[in-house]
T-cell receptor, first 118, second 114 residues
Framework: DTGVSQDPRHKITKRGQNVTFRCDPI?????LYWYRQTLGQGPEFLTY????????KSRLLSDRFSAERPKGSFSTLEIQRTEQGDSAMYLC????????????????FGPGTRLTVT | AQKITQTQPGMFVQEKEAVTLDCTYD???????LFWYKQPSSGEMIFLIY??????QNATEGRYSLNFQKARKSANLVISASQLGDSAMYFC???????????FGTGTRLQVFP
């Protein structure tokens, strides 16, 4: 396992359609994060999981967005009834957080899924 | 609320020269972590360097060093001996201690020319 993988890398969809993205984290990592990055901006946090539990959701994550991590391994992010404003790069990251929550762990990012809503 | 500010939209540097990318942050939490990531045109975010709020010394990783001035709330990235492959977007980020999410700045586009 060489890193975080995301599928697909690119997705073009028509407004109103549903889309689903997949993220496979580094195998032993217990935390998984989703971020969204629009053109010219830094990534913005959407949600994160500790194993299979979804611990926080950003206000950016409207009711049309849902994320799952059913077995504590891979995760999916679904967007229903896509809108043009959903066009962005969706980044997944993972990290290994021990019980002592050591201070210097970093989040490893995948290559992202670029979504274009026409 | 925590905030990261990067005031340089773009920077140019000649190959083999050093360059400093600015980052200021705002937080009321005494415990925090600061990160720098590189994002090439391919899109992936590459971790470069980390500085903890209680670290006594500035972090260094190879050609990267972090000029951490806690009183000024600044965490500037210094790249020494720039290479053409350093051309990319650079993001400064802060970790929210309670949730571990990263809060990013708007980034600086660095272009290294021969």
């Amino acid at each position: 396992d060489t890193g975080v993988s995301q599928d697909p890398r690119h997705k073009i969809t028509k407004r109103g359609q549903n889309v689903t993205f997949r993220c496979d984290p580094i195998s032993e990592h217990n935390r998984l994060y989703w971020y969204r990055q629009t053109l010219g901006q830094g990534p913005e946090f959407l949600t994160y999981f500790q194993n299979e539990a979804q611990l926080e959701k950003s206000r950016l994550l409207s009711d049309r967005f849902s994320a799952e991590r059913p077995k504590g391994s891979f995760s999916t992010l679904e967007i229903q009834r896509t809108e043009q404003g959903d066009s962005a790069m969706y980044l997944c990251a993972s990290s290994l957080v021990g019980m002592d929550r050591g201070p210097s762990y970093e989040q490893y990012f995948g290559p992202g899924t670029r979504l274009t809503v026409t | 609320a925590q905030k990261i500010t990067q005031t340089q939209p773009g920077m140019f540097v000649q190959e083999k020269e050093a360059v400093t990318l600015d980052c200021t942050y705002d937080t009321s939490d005494p415990s925090y972590g600061l990160f720098w990531y590189k994002q090439p045109s391919s899109g992936e975010m590459i971790f470069l360097i980390y500085q903890g709020s209680y670290d006594q010394q500035n972090a260094t990783e190879g050609r990267y060093s972090l000029n951490f001035q806690k009183a000024r709330k600044s965490a500037n990235l210094v790249i020494s001996a720039s290479q053409l492959g350093d051309s990319a977007m650079y993001f400064c980020a802060m970790r929210d201690w309670s949730t571990d999410k990263l809060i990013f700045g708007t980034g600086t586009r660095l272009q290294v020319f021969p």
